[in-house]
């Protein structure tokens, strides 16, 4: 019997708001990175038909030009949509334990709020406007049921 392979598959797509401000920092050799956690929401029947909630908190982690940016552009609340892989690691603990985390590496983060950064020297700054959260993608519609579409337009 031929012995089976397993595929090499490490992809997670989720989007959430960040629980809190992301962590910048640099290493020893100047790469930047950001921490930051979201919070992805769920909604369910139950056996009893009553709509329920549920939260998943994901760790996200993201380096160089795309932690730059997570700087520039994140903070407590603002919605993203990521793209990236899972990774483990192990750290040891102020009290000595070893911890493990799973965490996503971030390889592309959208910004899904509108965004203004001053650009300038300090005296007549210019705010500039991003509006690429205005755009909308519906082109997945077609695939809801009439209830789950339903849903989508109350929450809006």
Known sequence: MAELKMPELNSVI?????????????????????????????????????????????????????????????????????????????FKTEDGKNRTVVEIKAKRIQFLNKFSKTQGNGEGDVIVESDEADYEDNTFDKFLTDEESDLMKDNK
């Open 14 to 90: 989720v989007a959430g708001n960040l629980t809190k401000d992301p962590v910048f920092r640099q290493t020893s050799n100047s790469t930047p990175v950001v921490n930051f956690h979201i919070a992805a929401n769920r909604r369910y029947k139950d056996s009893s038909n009553q709509w329920q909630e549920d939260v998943c908190y994901v760790g996200v982690v993201a380096w160089n030009k795309l932690a730059d940016s997570c700087r520039d552009r994140l903070k407590k609340g603002s919605a993203v949509l990521i793209d990236g892989e899972l990774q483990s690691r192990t």
